[in-house]
Structures are given as C-alpha cells and as structure tokens.
C-alpha cells in the first residue's frame, strides 16, 4: 500500500450506527483522543497496533476491536505500508452501560469469525445504501454477538425445555411473516415488527431465519420481486414497478429481478 490517505465517512439512515468510515492510512498515525460512541473496528490491508487506557493492544485483519465509549486510545500501523479498515460507529446506548465498557477496556479485541464476517456484510449493505430491512437485521445480530463477547455468554440453553422454545420461535417468525406480507412494499422497520411481535429484534431475525430457512430481508425482497412480476405482467413499465413493488429505483428493482430470475424485468415482460 502507498499514496494519499483515503477516506469516506458517512452517516447512515441506520439507526443505531452515528457514522461509518472506510479508510486507507499509508502513514497516519492517530494521536490520543476518544469518542463519545462504540467503535467497532475491522482492518482490511496491514495491522494496527493501538493503547486503549494506557495499555497496548493490536488487531490483525482475524480479529474485530471494540473501543468503548470516552475511553482515551491513539492508533498506528505496524507495518511501513500503512493499513486500510472500516469503522461503525454505535450509538453509546446500544450495547450497555458501565460494566460492559469495563469489559471492552479489559478484552477489545476478538478472534470471531462469524462476527467479523457480518460486520463486513453490513458495511457492504450500507455502502450500497438501499437495503434498509437487512441492515437493520445485520445491525442486530452484531450487537447480540458483541454483547455475548461482553457479558461472557456463550451459547444457548439447552435440555427439555427446547422443545416449548421452538414452538413459540416458530410462533414469532410466522407472526413477523405475516407483517412482511402485509407491507411488501411500503416495507416496515425491524424495531417497530419486534414491537408488535413482542420479540426482541434479535430473536426475531434469528427464529425467522431458523423457520423460514432465509432471514427476514431476503424474504421481503423475493415478495418484492414477485409483486413486480405481476405488474410487469399487467403491462406497467419498469421505471413505474420499481416504485410501486417497493424498490428505490428501477437499477435496484434490475439488480434482485436478475438475481432472482435471471433476466431483467425488461426481458421477462418483453414480447
């Protein structure tokens, strides 16, 4: 890596996430300062060696760093190339109080495959900008995993009492279907469908998921598509479907018409 230092920087219509920032820093080095939200951090070329509250730490491109709230750090490349990461910047209300920041002090960084994987699924939902359902549920399965890394819990009850909990879970998911169904393309957020359903947005995404073997946007999306189909059927032009089945515009509605069918709407209602 060489050059110019890089950077984009946004904020999101995600709640929950004040600011997203990709970056490149051939030979930046950050000084000592904090922020006044979560930082969870990923780096993506290179490694980066930081102090968090006067100890030091590092974070290779393996692991995901979680920097609490109004806690001083700095932050430098290990290498001479520089590294290149991606930053979500939480709400401080989103993952607890001062206990969990006290865990985040003691052990910032994790070795989670599973967690670093969905971080980098929700920055590509968000550069995109268009995918509101599933960086909502994106976004929710991140903080349950971080607040698992905090609190120490890992893992899910087991013995009898499974049973009884995959009956209401599937009671849940056919609740929040049902929703989906019902505003396929006005849509509806993942915070208002828990408050109906009485689940906490977590639960929902991952018991829709167990049930209906997809998670909840990737539903509402092939319901989109099929309600494009029909009125690309009636005759409607695609520019107007796009808006009326529930898409941003007709290159969005052209994007999930062709990965779900395989041809562009143009093509399927075409002579």
């Known amino acids: 890596m060489s050059g110019r230092a890089e950077v984009r920087a946004w ?25 006044d939200a979560w930082t969870v951090l990923i780096v993506d070329e290179g490694a980066v060696r930081y102090d968090l509250d006067r100890h030091e730490h590092g974070l ?19 290498f001479p ?3 290149r990461k991606r ?9 607890g109080g001062p206990d969990l920041i006290g865990a985040a002090v ?5 070795v989670d495959a599973l967690l670093r994987h969905r971080i980098h699924q ?12 599933e960086a909502q549920s994106r976004l929710t399965l991140i903080e349950e995993r971080i607040q698992q890394h905090l609190t120490r819990q890992v893992g899910e009850p087991g013995g009898s009492a499974d049973v009884a909990k995959r009956l209401r879970d599937a009671g849940v ?26 689940a906490h947005p977590a639960h929902l995404v991952r018991a829709f998921s167990r049930e209906f073997g997809m998670p909840p946007h990737r539903y509402l999306t092939g319901r989109r598509v099929d309600l494009a189909r029909r009125y690309l059927l009636d005759g409607r032009p695609a520019a107007e479907v796009a808006t009326l089945a529930g898409f941003y515009d007709q290159s969005h509605l052209n994007r999930h018409f062709k990965k779900v069918l395989g041809v562009t709407p143009t093509s399927f209602a075409g002579p």
């Open 11 to 35: 904020r999101p219509g995600l709640p929950g996430v004040v600011e997203v920032l990709h970056a490149h820093f051939p030979s930046h080095a950050y000084p000592s300062h904090t922020h």
């Open 60 to 78: 290779a491109q393996a692991q995901v760093s979680l920097l609490p709230p109004h806690v001083p750090h700095d932050g430098r490349s290990v």
């Open 81 to 83: 190339g520089g590294f």
């Open 87 to 95: 930053v979500l910047y939480l709400a401080p209300n989103r993952l």
């Open 106 to 110: 003691d052990q910032p960084e994790y």
């Open 122 to 133: 929700l920055h590509r939902v968000l550069s995109d900008g268009r995918e509101d359902l």
């Open 173 to 198: 998911a056919g609740r929040l279907r049902d929703l989906l169904d019902a505003h396929v393309a006005d849509g509806l957020t993942l915070e208002h469908a828990a408050r109906i359903v009485h």
